[in-house]
């Protein structure tokens, strides 16, 4: 059974770091596009740093450059997401999801295509 479990969320003040974690089963993550995406009240799902597995090339949203970064575990089958610098603009429920097939990294982060979802985990930036 292919299953997503996301961990590493909080509470954190502005300029603050975090890094979450995606730890997969059931599949291996470096066959996949994996992606991490987020969604803040009111508003739609947001890709935020995309990967290719098999290759390891990224992308990721202009409102994280420099602040955020991916990385994985291919013995743990784990995605990370490290932020650092975070603002308050930066709350919102944090989810990985992955694809089989994309036209590109871009493209899964900007569509916000995934085919499997984890639960998500809370972020909250805030004094």
């Known amino acids: 059974q292919l299953q997503l479990v996301e961990s590493g969320g909080g509470l954190v003040q502005p300029g603050g770091s975090l890094r979450l974690s995606c730890a997969a089963s059931?599949?291996?993550?470096?066959?996949?596009?994996i992606g991490w995406f987020r969604q803040a009240p009111g508003k739609e799902r947001e890709g935020v740093f995309c990967?290719?597995?098999?290759?390891?090339?990224?992308f990721y949203s202009d409102s994280v450059k420099g602040r955020f970064t991916i990385s994985r575990d291919s013995a743990k089958n784990t995605v990370y997401l490290e932020m650092n610098s975070l603002k308050p603009e930066d709350t919102a429920v944090y989810y990985c999801?992955?694809?089989?097939?994309?036209?590109?990294?871009?493209?899964?982060?900007?569509?916000?295509?995934?085919?499997?979802w984890g639960q998500g985990t809370q972020v909250t930036v805030s004094s």
């Open positions: 059931g599949f291996r993550l470096d066959d996949y596009f």
């Open positions: 990967m290719r597995g098999s290759t390891g090339t990224t």
């Open positions: 999801g992955v694809v089989r097939r994309s036209v590109s990294v871009q493209a899964m982060c900007v569509l916000g295509r995934s085919d499997y």
